[in-house]
């Protein structure tokens, strides 16, 4: 099954190898960003895709867009800007961010945004050629939250994180989002922060940020991170599980945590957001080394990085076709049985 390299994701569990890359138009952005302002709305990339890709044909203001850079942080930004606004949107004294959805929850494959390539389209990591599953460790089935990460946020891996004693991990902030709903691959989520829990993973700090989605059925009821424990009992156990193993299967030691596997509270997730989302605007305005990091952005004003509609548009066209697809190994659905110490 051949697929352009604006695929649908709807394709991507069949393909060797998926990705895609955001279309939008100027009436679109301000579409996105009026619709992100709505209580409770989530804004679908691949029904924006969708739409533009029918449209594109007859539409010259169509425009590919990074999910890293483009993607404000902060739910709520002005819609005659394409850049965030300095302000936040709040639900009384919570500040909502803007989620991009990788992987949608019970499922395996490794998506994520490709941050050393152009555009930073969402793809299937791959190891030596291979497409990349985590494994299903009992009692878990592939990941147990919608995971994804914050857009306009970068964990520096030139920077020495005080509390952790490790440097980043030269991605975007990771989140779980803990919501009833399954999301889908691209979806853009208004989620609120409840906590965050520090991974230290082969020797990088790689925080993951706990949230729920604003539109959730219990998010009027869930604020902070005993909030969780409280009306979902043993999630915060079983994350804490999951982070510890899911490389075991591949012959990797458990991964261990700061502060003893404690979460933090919002207070404290919010701090690391902000810190992260500065440390992606020393990035965009090449105040640091990014390294083999690509900052090819489209909205961000000011940036050196940022490139023409045209310049966009040439870099997804020359971007190889994805290979026909091979159905999923049955070994993907596998469960991994083995003793914890803890």
């Known amino acids: 099954m051949a697929v352009s390299p604006t695929c649908h994701l709807k394709a991507t569990r069949y393909l060797k190898w998926s990705w895609w890359h955001l ?13 992100m302002k709505e209580k409770g ?52 004294n919570e500040v909502l961010f ?93 989620v609120k922060v409840l906590g965050v829990l520090a991974l230290l993973d082969e020797g990088e700090t790689d925080w993951k940020i706990i949230a729920i989605g604003v539109d959730d059925p219990e998010a009027q009821k869930i604020h902070d991170i005993d909030d969780v424990r409280k009306h979902k009992p043993g999630y915060l156990e079983a994350t804490i599980d999951w982070f510890r193993c899911y490389k075991v299967p591949d012959g990797k030691p458990e991964n261990q945590f700061a502060f003893n596997g404690e979460f933090k509270d919002k207070d404290f997730a919010v701090e690391i957001i902000k810190s992260t989302h500065e440390y992606w605007k020393a990035l965009l305005h090449k105040k640091t080394d990014g390294g083999t990091v690509k900052c090819t952005n489209v909205l961000v004003s000011g940036s050196p990085f940022c490139c023409s509609e045209e310049e966009a548009r040439s870099i997804v066209q020359s971007a190889p076709v994805p290979a026909n697809g091979d159905s999923v190994c049955p070994e993907v659905d596998s469960w991994y049985f083995f003793p914890r110490d803890h």
């Open 98 to 190: 803007n989620m991009v959805v990788e992987v949608p929850r019970w499922t395996n494959a490794k998506m994520e945004i490709a941050t050393e390539e152009p555009l930073n389209p969402i793809k299937q990591d791959t190891k030596k050629g291979k497409p990349r599953y985590v494994a299903n460790i009992f009692p878990h089935k592939g990941y147990i939250w919608n995971y994804g990460a914050l857009p306009q946020t970068w964990e520096d891996p030139n920077h020495t994180d005080n509390i952790t004693g490790c440097c980043g991990d030269n991605d975007p902030v990771d989140v779980c989002e803990i919501g009833s709903k399954v999301r889908s691959s691209g979806e853009i989520v208004q």
């Open 41 to 92: 709305k989530s804004v679908h990339f691949c029904f924006v895709m969708e739409k533009l890709l029918w449209s594109n044909k007859e539409n010259a203001d169509g425009k590919y867009i990074s999910p890293f850079h483009d993607i404000p942080l902060f739910a709520g930004s002005k819609e005659d800007k394409e850049i965030p606004a300095k302000r936040s949107k709040t639900t009384g």
């Open 23 to 35: 279309v939008i138009s100027q009436d679109e952005l301000k579409w996105v960003h009026s619709a």
